[in-house]
């Protein structure tokens, strides 16, 4: 783990760094797909991506006069291997080998703004800026490169190695051409990128920067950063949010042995103790005992239905009301899914130290601008005084615990001047207190015509916010917590086109007559906040197993009505590609016991194209699923590594399989009953598919679509299908265990 | 069922008795020679009704059929499943209907002969792995629906592995004598001072069910000791805990409390299903509701008059004395077990039982103990619920000896477990695949 | 004061000897490898290696281990000189947010160290009790089947 960098070393900088540029706040984009909090103001419509917001190229990259290359990105490495992927585009554009590269990413103290890293924004905002910031850095390069060499720039060329070369063989370095440039100026809107047909690095499988250390147990994450003199917190809670403990036992938890500090402020307790597992026993200690329930009961007889009783705000989201044709068949059904949990293999964890008035955060939230600010008004600090510095953790998927335990870790460290805090959550707490993805119900109308074409489409669904992630103090649980209090923050959907319960629920294909309407559910039944795709899930769960239900009441070829009903030809050509390489055609056909099915999606409509196909055998006495196989077709515009995008793609069909067949949050009335593996079962090695293969479309300079998220809707729906085409029996609700399977097969079998 | 005989018995021991059996089967022979019937033509499964198709399916799931005829990551009903006894191990039979290699081509009669009286289709004997002297009691009408229900699944092509048995126990006419000693047949006597619902539980119990199969002890010859059924018995390694007056529970088992049990594979007040349990209550879960409350008001009544327990008892926990005597076990306990059994720990909150409720840690013999331990404990339903790590790599013989000795002080108030480290060296060797 | 054998070194460690490994490894000794993901021994991200055996040292007292040879996966080999094993993890990418991969790497080292070349079932059954949440599974798998080579 790279030391702390101290403030004033950083502001000292070197090179070209003349100072820093933070824009002012503003309303203007949706930056990390709507999540979090208002972006950073748009300055300059014109320049893509981030660079709206932070045009200045110094702001992104510095070349030092030895040649040394820094590049900023306010993205975050989050498992998903986006630093990489960033790398290999800025060292495109830039012309330079990657690993010449220093990059730096998201810390509040040195980083542009960029929001949170979610959405699958990071490739269309941060990997466009960083493709324009390096283009325009070459552009001014190359032509103070021609100034002192008097020739036309256009003759002029870079070697990638860090070099303006001459038609005649003469070279000058980047840090030498650099010491007499200024990057405080601001982007050049078009400043022309590197002809795909010449690229180096970018659409090429560079291996992963961070997997080496991460197979030898190098550095790799915040829970491995020990400072000097640091401490270890534990939290003492209740069993799941919105419970508090009854009467914890902070007498006999405080003398046990290691135990430097309890923090108690209003129901908030933590225990700091010199070893970790003296700070845990002490926890144990204070745990014993009873709780209390502190919000209205969960929702045991109802599950995700709840959401339909409760008081919800439409939101129309189409309405293409038209004259209305002949309809044959009419298809009704609802589907379900219900909470999920972002299930970290690595229980949430934080670094924070308080020092001469500074407060120094090392935190994995997605959101390190948002918790600079929330966190001060947590703690009571000017935000100036409040730095976030990412730093890398377990897989998190959307908000799990990440902001919470940071939140937690400031108060404590606030509380203990010059100690240097490590607070990790244990498992029970993460499963327990950790926001739920949300719980969803759709119901679907739809009718197709004699010609067998779609007629009519009728679309309700019903959903919590997605976007619970903290702006303000108010957004932690431990606002509710501790004794100076902080309202709750008011939850809000996010619009479309990014949408959050409503997200993909706009159909892409070509439909004639539809209604969709998006019925928003303020109040929460479960802590709920954003996970991986947001609605998309159900959502293109409920259209894709529509279709199908569609198809199979008008006898069609699935695939076949799919595309009779697509006119984007990228969309069409993922289809046909992952027909062509799953040999759809000459398929298994469903014999009550193997089936195949397919489902497509473009995430958000406006992100990756994705088209799954897989073949399934169900077993008849049991309902047990062996999933033989899966093909999976991407377009994801110019793929900065096309390894990268598989190994995201593999991942999201896994866990969407996970979810859609094994996932669920259980409850009683007054606690999460799900804490632990045993009773929040993932997928594990036995039931991962025979074979999954991916194929990344060919898109040699088109614009970047983010794909990490855009494989979870398409492969829940691929099941449902392959499973309705195998065994007859089609399932609407989520997860389709084995139970359900066998309990829609019937008995008989 | 040979999977249950004393735990003193030796391979010794049974080839002594070997002549007496042979002796017995020699005089039987004669008299237990049986022919074969004839083959039919596979039915069509279409040509049972649904209803009585149905029927079968649940009185499957009580039988456990699925659960010994299939094999590891193998087709339902298709066989192959080895078990391991005493007297060699035994490998399941394909009992789909396929003609070949399964029971396509018996009739009605064959089945009802082989349920009835352990003889195969072609006159054989069957070991009585199958639990033949249970399924005798079964009524007509429930063979049927189990036949209908058979015959009427996927046939699959499986022939399972020749069993491998000790000397001269391969020689199947010699069972016509265990047959004799051990074989009851006719159905079960109805106890009219009992309601409706007890009866239909120990219809249930006693015969498809064959509780008494596991939880009895078993004479030198693998043969149910009538005289103390339900006295509790070995399967697979592991104790299976009395269920008559002499159950170790510490809270008594009520028939809901019994029923929760079957059915979810935990009871709050008592404890999980481990090692050979987990796959019967998988099986119960998808069982009829009234039938698995029937059996569970069956056998809450032979645990019902224990003198020792009572309905509701305050935990016995004792932490000092315990580590004053045991304090490697308890150094061992804190570092190995305490995440999820100290007050305080996620599971404490979560409604599994305290260890002082637990069977296994209150029980005479230490066998099931040892192997929740050694082996750990999986979710036994729809995989999801308790689940313990094996801690056999983790730990040693004396120290898993060191931490249950510390655990039985702690939690309960019975005497130390003589020989405890032999005990773990016997039970290691036993779960060695 | 306990003596531990790691990674073929004899240390010197203070920790109570109720402790768990994971929390000696990481806390005492500074090895990053072993992570705590439950202390539950159900996720298996803090899996080492104990006399080649693969165990869950959260559940694995320090009083425990006594003389048996401790084996993270710092012991496999470094960045600069990656072990077989790790680098078949490496040249498959076989990892996305990495948490669980150090205690597949040592999972799967006990199953090579017994049986150098399993069959795909052995792999998948042996790898059974660590959780990967990624979906990185078919990499490590095939990583596995790399570091082995191929089926005799």
């Known amino acids: ?749 | 069922m040979f999977q249950s005989p004393p735990p003193v018995l030796r391979r010794r021991t049974i080839k002594r008795l070997i002549p007496l059996l042979g002796g017995a089967t020699g005089l039987a022979l004669a008299l237990t020679w049986r022919p074969a019937i004839a083959p039919i033509q596979p039915p069509p499964a279409n040509s049972f009704s649904p209803t009585i198709v149905a029927r079968g399916a649940a009185l499957a799931q009580i039988a456990d059929c699925m659960v010994c005829h299939t094999a590891p990551n193998g087709r339902p009903f298709a066989g192959g499943r080895p078990l391991k006894t005493p007297f060699g191990t035994l490998y399941s039979t394909n009992i789909t209907p396929d003609p070949a290699t399964g029971i396509g081509h018996w009739s009605f009669a064959a089945f009802e002969r082989a349920m009835r009286q352990g003889v195969s289709r072609t006159g054989a004997h069957l070991y009585p792995a199958l639990p033949y002297e249970h399924f005798t009691h079964v009524s007509d009408q429930d063979l049927g629906a189990l036949y209908a229900f058979l015959m009427s699944r996927r046939p699959v092509a499986a022939i399972a592995p020749a069993n491998r048995l000790i000397f001269p126990l391969g020689f199947r006419p010699m069972l016509a004598g265990w047959n004799l000693l051990f074989l009851h047949q006719g159905p079960l006597t109805i106890d009219p001072s009992e309601s409706a619902e007890w009866n239909r539980g120990a219809y249930l119990a006693e015969g498809l069910g064959h509780c008494a199969a596991c939880h009895s002890p078993r004479n030198l010859l693998g043969g149910e000791e009538r005289s103390h059924l339900y006295a509790g018995g070995v399967a697979e390694g592991w104790r299976a805990p009395a269920l008559d007056q002499s159950n170790p529970a510490k809270q008594r088992w009520t028939p809901e409390a019994l029923y929760t049990f079957l059915r979810t594979g935990i009871s709050p007040d008592h404890s999980a299903a481990a090692g050979p349990m987990g796959p019967v209550v998988e099986s119960l879960s998808h069982a009829p509701d009234a039938d698995v409350r029937a059996i569970a008001t069956y056998i809450a009544s032979k645990m019902a008059e224990r003198a020792s327990s009572s309905p509701s008892v305050p935990p016995t926990n004792k932490p000092y004395g315990a580590r004053q005597a045991y304090p490697i076990g308890a150094t061992l306990f804190a570092g190995a077990c305490a995440g999820c059994h100290d007050t305080g720990a996620p599971m404490a909150g979560q409604g599994r039982p305290l260890l002082s409720l637990a069977s296994d840690l209150s029980d005479t013999d230490p066998t099931s103990a040892i192997q929740a331990v050694l082996r750990g404990i999986e979710p036994p339903v729809a995989d999801r619920g308790p689940n313990m790590p094996p801690f056999s790599d983790n730990l040693t013989d004396e120290q898993v000896a060191a931490t249950l000795a510390y655990a039985r002080a702690r939690f309960t108030n019975q005497p130390p477990w003589p020989h405890l480290d032999r005990m773990v060296a016997k039970a290691r060797k036993e779960s060695q695949p | 004061m306990t003596i531990l054998s790691v990674n073929g070194k004899s240390r010197q460690v203070t920790a109570s000897p109720d402790t768990p490994l994971l929390y000696v490894l990481r806390d005492d000794l500074g090895l990053n490898g072993a992570k705590y993901g439950c202390g539950l021994g159900q996720c298996g991200a803090c899996t080492v290696q104990l006399d080649r055996m693969a165990v869950f040292s959260c559940v694995t007292p320090l009083a425990a281990v006594g003389t048996r040879a401790v084996r993270t996966v710092e012991g496999l080999g470094s960045a600069e000189a990656m072990s077989p094993l790790q680098r078949a993890f490496a040249e498959e990418q076989a990892a996305q947010c990495g948490y669980c991969i150090a205690g597949m790497l040592m999972r799967a080292q006990a199953l090579l160290d017994a049986n150098p070349s399993p069959s795909d079932a052995q792999i998948r059954q042996h790898m059974q009790p660590n959780l990967c949440r990624c979906g990185t599974h078919i990499r490590i798998l095939r990583a596995i089947r790399r570091a082995a080579g191929p089926l005799a």
């Open chain 1, 1 to 749: 783990m790279s030391a702390p960098i101290d403030r004033r070393q950083v502001l000292a900088g070197g090179g070209l760094l003349v100072a820093f540029s933070f824009a002012g706040r503003g309303f203007a984009q949706l930056a990390g797909g709507g999540e979090g909090g208002a972006a950073p103001k748009v300055l300059r419509p014109d320049l893509p991506g981030s660079l709206k917001s932070h045009p200045e190229l110094d702001s992104w990259i510095r070349i030092a006069p030895d040649g040394a290359i820094t590049v900023f990105s306010g993205k975050a490495e989050l498992g998903q291997g986006i630093r990489t992927a960033l790398l290999q585009v800025v060292a495109e554009e830039l012309d330079v080998p990657p690993f010449t590269i220093s990059f730096i990413t998201a810390d509040t103290a040195r980083t542009p703004d960029e929001g949170l890293t979610a959405g699958s924004h990071s490739m269309q905002d941060g990997g466009t800026a960083l493709a324009n910031a390096g283009a325009s850095v070459r552009l001014l390069l190359t032509r103070e490169a021609a100034r002192r060499w008097k020739l036309p720039a256009e003759t002029l060329t870079t070697d990638g190695d860090g070099n303006v070369a001459a038609p005649d063989g003469r070279r000058l370095g980047f840090g030498v051409l650099a010491a007499s440039l200024s990057l405080h100026g601001e982007a050049i809107a078009d400043a022309p990128l590197r002809d795909p047909a010449v690229y180096r690095t970018l659409g090429r499988n560079l291996p992963r920067v961070d997997i080496p250390a991460k197979l030898t147990g190098g550095a790799a994450y915040v829970q491995d950063l020990r400072l000097p003199g640091m401490l270890h917190a534990r939290v003492v809670r209740g069993p799941s949010y919105g419970t508090r403990l009854a009467n914890p036992d902070l007498a006999a938890a405080g003398r046990m042995p290691g135990v430097v500090r309890l923090i108690h402020d209003g129901s908030f307790v933590a225990i700091v103790a010199r070893s970790e597992w003296q700070a845990i026993q002490a926890m144990r200690v204070a745990q014993a005992g009873d709780y209390a329930r502190t919000r209205p009961v969960l929702p045991v007889s109802e599950g995700p239905l709840r959401l339909q009783a409760l008081p919800s705000r439409e939101i129309v989201v189409l309405n293409t009301r038209g004259p209305k044709r002949r309809s044959a068949k009419t298809v009704k059904a609802r589907y379900t899914r219900p909470w999920y949990s972002h299930a970290s293999i690595g229980p949430s964890c934080a670094v924070a130290r308080f020092e001469k008035g500074e407060m120094t955060i090392w935190s994995h939230s997605q959101g390190v601008f948002d918790m600079q600010r929330a966190t001060a008004e947590l703690v009571g600090l000017p935000v100036e005084n409040v730095r976030v510095i990412h730093t890398p953790s377990a897989g998190c998927y959307g908000q799990n615990g990440a902001d919470d335990v940071t939140a937690e870790a400031a108060l404590i460290a606030k509380a203990m001047p010059g100690h240097p805090i490590r607070l990790q959550w244990m498992r029970e707490q993460e499963f327990g207190w950790e926001p739920c993805g949300c719980a969803m119900v759709t119901e679907v109308e739809a009718a197709i015509g004699p010609d067998n074409r779609i007629t009519r489409w009728t679309y309700d669904v019903w959903s919590n916010s997605h976007n619970n992630r903290p702006v303000r103090a108010g957004g932690y649980a431990v606002a509710q917590e501790i004794a100076s209090g902080f309202p709750p923050q008011e939850a809000k959907p996010i619009p479309m086109p990014e949408g959050d319960g409503d997200r993909n629920a706009n159909p892409l294909y070509d439909f004639p007559d539809m209604d969709v309407r998006y019925h928003f559910v303020p109040e929460m039944p479960l802590r709920v906040s954003a996970l991986r795709s947001l609605g998309a899930h159900l959502n293109i769960f409920s259209l894709e197993s529509m279709l199908d239900e569609l198809a199979l009441a008008g006898g069609i070829d699935p695939l076949a009505f799919r595309l009779a009903h697509m006119r984007d030809e990228r969309a069409r050509q993922v289809m046909e590609t992952a027909a062509q390489d799953f040999g759809w055609a000459k398929r298994p056909k469903g014999d009550g016991r193997r089936g195949c099915g397919m489902a497509f999606a473009r995430y958000k409509n406006i992100g990756a194209y994705c088209a799954i196909a897989m073949e399934v055998e169900v077993e008849r006495e049991t309902g047990a699923i062996i999933i033989h196989r899966v093909h999976a077709a991407v377009d994801a515009g110019q793929p900065a590594s096309p390894d990268g995008i598989r190994n995201q793609i593999e991942g999201g069909i896994i866990q969407s399989l996970s979810w859609a067949i094994h996932e669920e949050v259980t409850f009683d009335e007054t606690k999460r009953t799900s804490f632990d593996w045993g009773s929040y079962p993932i997928l594990r090695f036995d039931q991962v598919p025979g074979a999954i293969d991916v194929t990344i479309l060919h898109r040699p300079g088109l614009p970047f679509l983010g794909a990490g998220e855009t494989a979870q809707g398409p492969t829940s729906a691929a099941l449902g299908n392959a499973i309705a085409d195998a065994t007859g029996a089609r399932l609407r609700d989520m997860p389709m265990t084995p139970a359900k399977i066998k309990a829609a097969i019937g008995l008989v079998g």
